[in-house]
């Protein structure tokens, strides 16, 4: 199991860009950290995720 934004997830053996292909988020406005450390874009479909990862998500927003 993993921990994505607090919540667990079986999501291991997927990449990083396989589990967010089954999510609603906007890639083109995320940042990926893994165990407290960013994720480049570029690695997405190469990172794999491991049994005890913690992951957080964060979407940004823009505003005025």
Excluded: H, Q
Excluded at 10 to 15: E, I, L, Q, R, S
Excluded at 22 to 35: K, P, W, Y
């Amino acid at each position: 199991m993993i921990k994505i934004n607090g919540t667990e997830v079986n999501a291991a053996g997927k990449t990083v860009g396989e589990y967010l292909a089954s999510t609603n988020f906007d890639i083109s406005r995320i940042a990926v950290e893994r165990n407290g450390v960013l994720v480049p874009k570029s690695t997405f479909g190469e990172t794999v995720l491991k049994d005890g990862d913690c992951i957080e998500i964060v979407s940004f927003v823009g505003g005025g």
